[in-house]
């Protein structure tokens, strides 16, 4: 069970948008902790997609945003291409158990 | 660029001791600006911190893991160490090692898987 929530899985087709939520507690996102988000290709490691709630590092495409709000936060992805198919995990700092990432969501482009 | 890159044994009987390095590249254990992490992935699972060790050799590990833990850092050679004691099956994983800054990971090495049998 990991510290911070998300779906296991979201999809959608070519194009479109989806967002992905990532929610925590009063010990972590909701202390203030900045929100970061990595995404998985299949047999890779983690890559930085997003830091500090909204940030994104050189050579990430502006189609992917970050955004937080009380306890949660939510990473969107918009004209949805077959190349985002992928693992992504946010991450956070938790008051009680450090460093902690959540359960990870894999995306599926239809 | 910096580059990581994990190096040791990929396969481990129960109860030995788990040994890892990560060497740096394109960059210097000694930056006071990065904090030399690993963290680990057991199979189709979500990944899980570890530790980080400074270049001044201070540490801060996992609660979970901190009775079997060691990390150390070999500034003239540019790497740092793992060493997770009494392996079990349940330590199978990939582990990376990862460059922190703040409070995120921004370089990450390839992964080395370890599987440990019984």
């Known amino acids: 069970q990991s510290v911070l929530t998300q779906p296991p899985s979201v999809s959608g087709a070519p194009g479109q948008r989806v967002t992905i939520s990532c929610t925590g507690s009063?010990?972590?996102?909701?202390?203030?902790?900045?929100v970061n988000w990595y995404q998985q290709l299949p047999g890779t490691a983690p890559k930085l997609l997003i830091y500090?709630?909204?940030k994104r590092p050189s050579g990430v495409p502006d189609r992917f945003s970050g955004s937080k709000s009380g306890t949660s936060a939510s990473l969107a992805i918009t004209g949805l291409q077959a190349e985002d198919e992928a693992d992504y995990y946010c991450q956070s700092y938790d008051n009680t158990l450090s460093w902690v990432f959540g359960g990870g969501t894999k995306l599926t482009v239809l | 660029q910096v580059r990581l890159q994990e190096s040791g044994p990929g396969r481990l009987k129960a109860s030995q001791t788990l040994s890892l390095t990560c060497t740096v590249s394109?960059?210097?254990?000694?930056?006071?600006?990065?904090?030399w992490s690993w963290i680990r992935q057991h199979p189709g699972k979500g990944l899980e911190w570890i530790g980080y060790?400074?270049?001044?050799?201070?540490?801060y590990y996992n609660p979970s893991l901190e009775s079997r833990l060691t990390m150390s850092v070999d500034t003239s050679k540019n790497q740092f160490s793992l060493y997770l004691r009494s392996v079990t099956a349940a330590d199978t994983a990939v582990y990376y090692c990862a460059r922190r800054f703040d409070n995120w990971f921004d370089s990450w090495g390839q992964g080395k898987l370890v599987f440990v049998s019984s």
């Open positions: 009063s010990s972590n996102i909701g202390t203030g902790y900045d």
């Open positions: 500090a709630n909204r």
């Open positions: 394109g960059g210097s254990v000694t930056s006071s600006l990065y904090y």
């Open positions: 060790i400074y270049h001044s050799g201070t540490t």
